[in-house]
């Protein structure tokens, strides 16, 4: 969840204007506040709601479960390289052992060598494989990673997203989640 959205405090599935969502991972989450406030000035349409209202002496609104944004914001076209996109990019698991634990990212090129924070060089490892590769190339320390690292675009991690689904879905957003993966026939 996002960070401003508490743990059970009925967060809101934020949708674009064309009811995809903002973004599948961390999936576009509101709180029911800002939610309220969004619909309160305009800016979007509820599209599904909670069996809960909200009450002030002069007025009662049903919690919105899912919005769409009335403007359409034009998604990214290239991902920021952050410690999460890499992560995401390479699902969560370190590139020389699999692991899942302790991440942290590796340069293959090691920085003392040359090696620069880019797309092309670092990759997901966990604490142990990275401190066994330590200061050395691939090639010396015997150590290749998995996957070669790449720039990856919106829809791989956006396709990688869909695979670590939150912990909370509600069911009025089912609907709105994964409608472009393929079917099972």
């Known amino acids: 969840m996002n960070a401003h959205v508490s743990q059970g405090g009925w967060p809101v599935l934020v949708l674009n204007a064309d009811f995809r969502p903002l973004s599948y991972y961390p999936l576009s989450l509101w709180s029911w506040q800002d939610a309220i406030k969004a619909v309160f000035l305009e800016r979007v349409n509820i599209v599904e709601h909670y069996d809960r209202a909200v009450r002030s002496p002069s007025f009662e609104i049903q919690l919105p479960s899912v919005v769409s944004l009335k403007s359409f914001v034009k998604p990214s076209t290239h991902p920021a390289f952050t410690r999460f996109n890499v992560f995401l990019r390479d699902r969560f698991m370190c590139q020389y052992c699999t692991a899942s634990e302790d991440l942290t990212f590796d340069h293959i090129i090691p920085r003392s060598k040359g090696g620069q924070t ?3 060089n670092v990759v997901a490892a966990c604490s142990p494989c990275n401190l066994r590769k330590g200061n050395l190339t691939p090639r010396q320390a015997g150590m290749f990673p998995r ?7 919106v829809h791989q991690l956006h396709r990688n997203g869909r695979l670590f689904p939150p912990n909370y879905l509600h069911d009025s957003w089912l609907d709105y989640l994964y409608w472009d ?5």
């Open 118 to 120: 880019t797309w092309d």
């Open 147 to 153: 996957q070669a690292p790449f720039a990856p675009t």
């Open 181 to 185: 993966t393929e079917l099972d026939p």
